[in-house]
């Protein structure tokens, strides 16, 4: 079998090392190992001319000595011991101790304490996660379906696994030269677009479709290899967290591309513009942990203290989305020229920075005051025209059919709920649901540390009973529809695709709502009529017992105000007694009018 030739440098020195491409691994690490003459526990790494890590191993691409690898000693002469001083767990155990006795000292963890839990959390990662550090003994490949799915939440890992970001990878490198076909790529156009039938790697496929569509490959430049490696870079920054995650970047994204096309926006304001606002959508997100701004300016996490907490997550997702492209084989924006390069950059900025929702009503009301006069020819007007379209974009699930957008719903609340718990375990301020009742997030709060300390849930706070449907119409009510008919009256041809869509969940949530409460009332009657005819009973019996005192016969009834029973209901009574509840063999007695009630479907 033919052998490969490597050439690569060590501490400047050039060197070359032949294999067959049948070695196995380890042997081919031990050639490198040898040339570099670096002991059997040193750490190895192999840089390309990108200057990106390369995995040693028998697949490893040939060059030419033009173009050698770089190959680098990190970790020179330690032993398992010497790298560690130290037992991970040990330290965790022995940190948690220390968080317990600071709370019952002062009542409140420093800051410190947090910071140092995270250092420790970041290190265990790292061990279990990159696989060139598995000489440690720590490597751990978290595949689908392994343990790491039952660790609590606040325990799981964020990030991607090499396992994980390797596989989408390879399905997408194999994909990514596919034609689509016209059908799909007309529904990749419409609010209706199902994100669940499509799989990650499929994903970046029609992400990569919509800048060939819009023919921004070639009007701006952008050489598709690079497109590839910016976009399969945005899907490994973000995280594996319930809600803000790849699917909802696709499904902005998705909407972004959607409304371009619907309101035929590049005859509006331009292609730059256009670009701007559909990269923004994908990075608009990046490496989110799951946790909102509240919690990072309350835990004054590090991203809190970077920007003075202001839009600590939204500056953040920026500054990552331009750390992405500051690598050359990612960077999208390199051939647009200084002058487009700083209006893309200035436009990526101020887009991602409205999804802050709590800048919702000022770029709103900014936006309402221009509608009567607006000007495409002027730049400030044309600037919250973007910001309103990327916030549609980002908050459009409800403008999609029900089996698409119900399950968002609850992704967007199990995020919520994590945090709350952790709020709590933290010792915080809980976060308070946005457009639902104060009181939910207290209920939702104790009922999961109800839940992790083993305990009964009290009544009435479990966070699995909480009504979509209300805060749904609230949400629609107050957030969605006012911002939709806005961008709807500048952009009429998008009324019937995302504006009647939210009008008709709106109703759907409303009648629902109803249902729901009809049927609360409904029980609470239920249940104050069972009381009344129990008090009754029991007044009954208790007149029947004083008769049998006095001799009387026992079939002879002192008359009572509100007696309904007679002699030959004694079993029907006996049998109340006994179960407490007049309904309970009623097998239909509980049945919710939810499901009897007619609901107009979205």
Not at 66 to 82: F, G, T
Not at 167 to 182: A, G, P
Not at 407 to 424: H, K, R, T, Y
């Amino acid at each position: 079998m033919a052998t490969k030739v490597i050439y690569f440098t060590i501490a400047g020195r050039p060197e070359q090392a032949e294999f067959r491409s049948d070695f196995p691994a380890d042997d081919v690490k031990d050639v490198f190992r040898a040339a570099a003459e670096a002991r059997q526990h040193d750490i190895l790494k192999l840089y390309n001319t990108r200057g990106n890590i390369v995995n040693i191993c028998p697949k490893l691409e040939e060059n030419t000595p033009d173009k050698p690898y770089k190959l680098e000693v990190v970790a020179a002469q330690c032993s398992l011991a010497e790298q560690l001083g130290f037992d991970v767990n040990e330290m965790e155990s022995r940190l948690e101790m220390l968080e317990k006795k600071v709370m019952v000292d002062s009542g409140e963890t420093p800051s410190v304490v947090y910071e140092l839990r995270n250092k420790v959390e970041d290190f265990r990662q790292k061990l279990e996660s990159v696989e060139h550090l598995s000489w440690l003994g720590l490597f751990k490949d978290f595949a689908v379906g392994s343990q790491s799915s039952n660790l609590p939440f606040y325990k799981r890992k964020l990030k991607k696994t090499d396992v994980e970001q390797r596989r989408v990878l390879e399905k997408f490198n194999k994909i990514k030269s596919v034609q689509l076909t016209d059908d799909v790529r007309e529904f990749l156009r419409l609010p209706t677009f199902d994100n669940w039938q499509w799989e990650d790697a499929e994903m970046l496929l029609l992400l990569q479709q919509m800048f060939i569509d819009l023919e921004f490959t070639t009007r701006l430049n952008i050489e598709l290899s690079v497109l590839q490696n910016f976009l399969f870079e945005v899907f490994r920054h973000y995280n594996n967290v319930p809600f803000h995650n790849f699917k909802h970047c696709f499904c902005v994204a998705q909407m972004m591309y959607g409304i371009i096309w619907l309101a035929d926006m590049q005859e509006l304001l331009g292609d730059l513009e256009c670009f701007i606002m559909l990269v923004s959508a994908i990075c608009h997100d990046l490496d989110h942990p799951g946790y909102n701004n509240s919690y990072q300016v309350n835990a004054k996490t590090e991203l809190a203290l970077r920007y003075n907490d202001i839009s600590p997550l939204e500056n953040h997702h920026c500054s990552v989305a331009f750390q992405l492209m500051e690598k050359p084989h990612c960077n999208i924006l390199k051939n647009l020229g200084p002058e487009k390069y700083k209006k893309a950059r200035e436009g990526m900025i101020f887009c991602i920075l409205a999804t802050d929702m709590a800048k919702h009503n000022e770029i709103l009301n900014q936006f309402k005051s221009l509608l009567p006069n607006f000007d495409y020819s002027n730049s400030d007007h044309v600037n919250q025209l973007m910001k309103v379209s990327i916030k549609v974009a980002d908050i459009s699930n409800e403008a999609r059919p029900m089996d698409v957008s119900e399950p968002w719903i609850d992704c967007l609340l199990q995020e919520f709920f994590n945090q709350q718990s952790l709020e709590q375990l933290e010792g915080l301020p809980s976060s308070t649901p946005p457009y639902t009742p104060s009181s939910t997030h207290l209920d939702v709060t104790k009922s999961d540390m109800e839940k992790l300390e083993g305990l009964p849930i009290s009544p009435f706070m479990d966070r699995e009973k909480v009504s979509k449907s209300s805060s749904q119409t609230g949400f629609i009510q107050f957030v969605l529809l006012p911002l939709f008919e806005s961008l709807g009256q500048l952009l009429p041809k998008l009324e019937p695709h995302i504006i009647m869509p939210v009008r008709k969940a709106l109703e759907y949530y409303s009648d629902m709502t109803k249902a729901m409460e009809e049927e609360k009332r409904r029980k609470e009657e239920q249940k104050q009529n069972s009381k009344e005819e129990l008090k009754n009973i029991t007044k009954e019996n208790g007149t029947l017992s004083l008769q049998k005192q006095n001799g009387q016969p026992p079939n002879t009834r002192v008359p009572s105000p509100g007696a309904i029973s007679t002699g030959s209901n004694s079993a029907k009574e006996r049998k109340i007694l006994k179960s407490g509840n007049p309904h309970s063999n009623n097998p239909h007695s509980n049945q919710s009018i939810v499901g009897k009630t007619n609901i107009k479907a979205k």
